[in-house]
């Protein structure tokens, strides 16, 4: 039995020897296994990372192209390639410059692995570039002129109305014709702290003429180039907005008055009021007018404190005619920043100015286009108003596609004699003329005792030196001379649009120099 017991210890020995190894085989094998896992997870886990970095470097890279293009700076005279390095790794930036808006590539580079994102660099369209702008799309003969002599001096029973004084622009002008400055007028350098450091730059197609004691700060240009086209429809204002005004009004069931309560646009649009019934009846479509729905609140009638709070960053979309313009109050202060498209004409006809520096308006009479992209309707805007108006100081950046008139009644579209000049804090531009009839003369008809004396427009024709009648051409008499009368034009360019930090949102598109933010990021 002992014998018997001995052989099977002796075979059960045998047996073990080989299951041990096979086990620590298998051991062998899964830890092999492990560390090539766990290797490969490592490997993976370095070429994700390095990818993270190299798409962070891209991104670095393209936040270094943002910062130059917020300097002052012409894309033609940046580098086709921008490189740069940080941290353990580096980018490269390739621009494109054969085509508006550009294209911009940025690599970012981690050691061998790399990542591309292209963006769409877009600027705001050559406008805004200027205190004055006007293109003159009509391609008729167009001259703008500057005059006045010294400052005004108040007149008659009106609170705040001033004859006299000489125009001043603060800021670069563009006009698309030729241009002339007479006495004491000057264009200047943009307010303090004039960031961009622009000189008060006077470009023109045609020719420039100063007289008397006129000036022109900076470099005068005659026979300029025409700034490159840009496309306000493709802006797609009807879907690219934060509020489609008449929209909300057709939602909620109001076709004359404010929102309802709680609305968020309750104080900052009335639709069609029926206090202002006259006004409405001027126009063909639906009036939207800026006001808050709390009325006249604070500060005198003349001084417009009453507040109104547009919002910030918001796009307001009207299908219809906007107006600046209240029954009880002449004016408000708005704060907040925005932009506000209209369909129709603009019509301002009260005062507004910031109640902060953060606050900035933009206002685009955009105007109806037929399937060609031609204007068909709209699209100008009416500073001042003869009828219904008082406006002398007024603070925002104006683009209108036709026309920008000073105090021309809608109705018989000629232009009455203001009560002051105006100051603007911002810029006003227009794709045809600026037209700002700013002298006048009393012609007298009739004999005694059946005398009327009624004002008129007056013009000096620059190619007979005469002053005539703006309307008739006819040479004024001596005696008409005497009565002529100027009010004075003051714009101080608001240098904030250029900064994409500050400048109101929706802005046309379409130049080259003030750079408006990236789109279209697409990681390649």
């Known amino acids: 039995m002992s014998l018997l017991n001995d052989k099977m210890f002796r075979r059960q020995k045998g047996i073990a020897l080989p299951l041990v190894i096979a086990f620590a085989l298998i051991l062998a094998i899964v830890g092999f296994a492990l560390l090539t896992l766990a290797h490969q997870e490592i490997v993976q886990t370095k070429i994700e990372t390095k990818k993270m970095q190299a798409f962070y470097y891209a991104e670095a890279g393209l936040a270094k192209l943002q910062e130059i293009l917020q300097k002052p700076v012409v894309l033609g005279d940046l580098d086709d390639v921008i490189t740069g390095s ?4 580096s980018y490269r930036i390739d621009l494109d410059f054969d085509q508006v808006p550009c294209y911009a590539i940025a690599t970012g580079i981690s050691g061998s692995v790399q990542k591309r994102i292209r963006v769409q660099a877009y600027f705001l369209a050559p406008t805004f570039e200027n205190a004055v702008f006007a293109m003159n799309n009509t391609g008729n003969p167009y001259a703008f002129q500057l005059r006045g002599t010294g400052n005004p001096v108040p007149y008659g029973m009106v609170p705040g109305a001033e004859r006299g004084g000489a125009d001043k622009i603060y800021g670069d002008i563009f006009i698309d014709g030729d241009a002339y400055l007479y006495e004491e007028s000057s264009i200047n350098p943009p307010p303090a702290p004039n960031t961009w450091e622009l000189a008060g730059d006077l470009g023109a ?59 968020e646009l309750r104080d900052v649009f009335v639709k069609n009021p029926s206090d202002r019934a006259t006004e409405c009846a001027t126009t063909t479509g639906d009036d939207y007018f800026f006001e808050p729905s709390t009325g006249f609140v604070t500060g005198g009638p003349y001084t417009g404190d009453t507040p109104l709070n547009a919002g910030q960053d918001r796009i307001y979309y009207v299908d219809g005619d906007v107006w600046v313009e209240s029954n009880p109050t002449y004016g408000f202060k708005m704060e907040g920043k925005a932009t506000i498209v209209a369909t129709g004409d603009v019509h301002i006809c009260d005062n507004l100015q910031y109640k902060d520096n953060s606050s900035l308006l933009g206002l685009i009479a955009l105007g109806k286009y037929d399937s060609s992209g031609n204007l068909i309707s709209g699209g100008s805007i009416y500073f001042g108003d003869p009828v219904y108006g008082n406006m002398s100081v007024f603070s925002a950046m104006m683009y209108a596609a036709k026309d920008f ?24 531009a227009a794709m045809n003329q600026v037209s700002i009839t700013r002298d006048w003369y009393t012609k007298t008809v009739g ?61 046309p598109r379409g130049g080259t120099s003030i750079f408006a933010g990236f789109s279209d990021w697409e990681e390649l």
């Open 205 to 263: 197609t045609g020719n420039v003429t100063l007289y008397g004691s006129s000036s022109v700060s900076g470099t005068i240009s005659t026979n300029a180039e025409e700034p490159p086209a840009w496309d306000i429809v493709s802006m797609d204002y009807p879907n690219n907005n934060t509020h489609n005004v008449s929209q909300l009004f057709a939602s909620a069931g109001v076709s004359s008055g404010h929102l309802p309560s709680g609305h």
């Open 86 to 89: 940080i941290d353990e790794g």
């Open 405 to 428: 008139l000073f105090n021309v009644d809608r109705i018989t579209y000629k232009p009455a004699e203001p009560d002051s000049g105006f100051t603007i804090t911002g810029s006003f």
């Open 447 to 507: 004999t005694w005792p059946y005398v009327s004396n009624t004002p008129k427009p007056a013009r000096y024709n620059t190619t007979s030196n005469l002053w005539v009648d703006a309307e008739t051409g006819a040479a004024l008499t001596t005696t008409q001379k005497s009565t002529l009368r100027h009010y004075q034009m003051i714009v101080n360019y608001d240098d904030r649009v250029r900064n994409q930090e500050t400048q109101p949102p929706g802005l």
